[in-house]
């Protein structure tokens, strides 16, 4: 497994889109126990803190000891450093299986394995990803550019899968279709900045070339003349039960 915002994991915690109260519930109410969940790829932990107040336990897993330090503290959520194909976690005991922004750096074949173990009888997976957001006009463009010429060359090839709208990620489980859902902002560009502070392909960027360019990013956001920019990230979400036959 990629180990890929361990060194931006502060900005990763202070600006990365929240998920929607509305999608948490949807999820939930599908969920026909709701005593254990399991958050893999957690980050830090946005996802499981959400869940939190639904389960008596949230288990909440990541590779990079740097995200779970920015994690977010819940009294009952018990985060671990560990990849998403060996945990720790006891057998036929989790009720709910969630992967936000992450499955697309899983082996998916290993982690499947895994959730196959530790699923209850029943038990639900719930796959949630987002792709490049959107905006109007002349900031849309901005964005656009930004993704899919300046950054486009230093995206990891896995990032096709959200490209891809999640439809290409092999998913073994029956099938849940839930409504769609997006996440929407009215951002400052301080927070545009620091969003785009998180990305991967950023990194990559700066490393390959000694460039930043973010500062040249801002003046282009500011030179829209506004203050405040309406986004729209689209979310993909794979919604399933776990048959223990499967």
Known sequence: MKDLFSKQSSEYAKFRPVYPDTLISEIVAHCSRKKTAWDAGTGN????????????K?????????????????????????????????????????????IHWFDFEKFYQEVKRVAAPDAL?????YG???????????????????????WDKERRYLDEEYKSIPFPFQRIRLPEFNMEYH????????????????????????VAPLPELRKKFEATGLSEFQLRFPLYILCGVVHKTT
């Open 125 to 129: 997976i719930v796959v949630i990803g």
């Open 58 to 102: 949230v288990f909440a897993s990541d590779l990079s000891d740097k995200q779970l330090a920015n994690a977010k503290v819940a009294e009952n959520v018990k985060y671990f450093q560990s990849n998403s194909y060996n945990t720790p976690i006891e057998s036929n005991s989790v009720d709910l299986i969630t992967v936000a922004q992450a």
């Open 45 to 56: 932990g946005q996802l499981a803190t959400l869940l939190a107040p639904h389960f008596e």
């Open 187 to 210: 951002w400052n560009i301080d927070q545009l900045i620091g969003y785009f502070s998180t990305w991967s392909a950023l990194q990559h960027l700066i490393k390959a070339t000694g």
């Open 132 to 154: 490049v957001m959107r905006s109007t006009g002349t900031a849309d463009q901005i964005i656009q550019d930004f993704y899919h010429n300046e950054t486009g060359p230093y």
